[in-house]
């Protein structure tokens, strides 16, 4: 095996000097959940075309991306969709991933309701953290949101099931839209009080062109730390880390935490460290991206290693993405459509 030179394995940095640390891999573009805000059911009817099985990328092909993209400053991997969990086999996934790439910190964001039959097994493969999505503990709240698909106790039991098979905290993601689910953010930050678990609620965002995005509909993290804390009392807390997306907030009777992710009103453009890696082999380096780079194809061609590297250095290195804080001039120029025309859509990113 050929020797790399020394530069051909620095730690990128883009135009901005964000280092590349983390990558979001999309396994499957398909979801048994219809949620307005990503895959809305009058769009992704029954009629709707899903990629065919040879335009995905297979195992070995993420596999070897991954291993390319690690000398480049990749530290963690979190596989999304779609629902990742209708991907076949995904636990194979997850032990190649920790086996040949060298990297330890391998999450999973899901909606939870095939974790019975699934979680124990990822988490001996080697997935390390786990996020379920649950937009409310109210049936009919749910339904709405999620296209009428299973129920809050389907969800339920994949987080309680998650929990035994090892995954603490459980981080729980819900998605805030004003006059829709907001009355029940208290009830459902009051249930996992004290769990160990993590509620995050996340401010809805304009991703792809298909939720029918409206800032009227967003409530912000300051409103939800407003809400929860008037019956929960709570504090900042520091972060974890850099980039951490979540703003934290712990419980001021010590029982616990949740965070608050405020990509609208406080946009964290200026520590996003993350890029995506679409279904079909897109890299693509903002959650609001019109478009990315094609690495499935010179994949494929019989690209080297350090071809493909060299496609991805120069892709960072000139990366100047921070369409959330420019957000507020683009909406007042061009209004809520105008930028959002030819977006990558939340299932083909993972969000």
């Known amino acids: 095996m050929p020797v ?53 990328l297979t195992f070995e092909e993420i596999e070897r991306l991954v291993a390319v993209l690690v000398p480049l400053g990749i530290e963690k991997l979190r596989i999304t969709g779609g629902e990742p969990l209708l991907r076949h086999n995904l636990p194979q996934l997850i032990r190649q991933l920790r086996d040949r790439t060298g990297i330890q910190d391998v999450a999973l964001t899901t909606n939870g309701t095939l974790l019975k039959r699934m979680a124990g097994q990822l988490r001996r493969e080697g997935l390390t953290r786990m996020t379920i999505s649950l937009d409310s503990l109210d049936e009919d709240i749910f339904h709405r949101m999620n296209g009428e698909k299973l129920s809050v106790a389907a ?4 987080i309680e099931t998650a929990a035994a098979a090892g995954f603490a905290p459980v981080k729980i993601n819900c998605v805030v839209q004003k006059g829709v689910n907001d009355h029940t953010l208290v009830d459902l930050a009051r249930h996992f009080k004290g769990t160990g678990h993590i509620v995050r609620f996340i401010e809805f965002m304009d991703v792809g062109t298909r939720n029918g995005w409206d800032m009227k509909q967003v409530v912000t993290g ?3 730390a407003g809400l929860i804390g008037a019956e929960l009392p709570i504090e900042p807390e520091e972060p974890n880390y850099f980039g951490e997306v979540a703003r934290r907030w712990r419980y001021a009777d010590g029982s616990g935490e949740i965070g608050i992710i405020t990509s609208v009103s406080q946009p964290f453009c200026g520590d996003c460290t993350r890029a995506r890696l679409t279904t079909d082999g897109q890299l693509v380096t903002c959650l609001f991206a019109t478009g990315g780079t094609d690495l499935r194809g010179p994949l494929r061609a019989g690209a ?48």
């Open 304 to 351: 080297s290693d350090d071809e493909l590297r060299e496609i991805v250095r120069a892709i960072w290195t000139n990366r100047h993405d921070r369409y959330s804080e420019e957000r507020t001039a683009i909406l007042a120029e061009e209004g809520e459509g105008g930028e959002r025309e030819g977006r990558v859509e939340m299932y083909q990113i993972g969000g």
């Open 155 to 158: 969800v339920l039991e994949g």
């Open 222 to 224: 300051e409103e939800i």
């Open 4 to 56: 790399e030179s020394p530069a051909s394995t620095e730690p990128l940095r883009d135009a901005l000097a964000r280092p590349l640390r983390d990558l979001r891999i999309s396994v499957t573009d398909r979801c048994n959940f219809r949620c307005t805000y990503c895959m809305p059911a009058e769009i992704f009817g029954e009629r709707y075309t899903f990629l065919a099985r040879d335009e995905i």
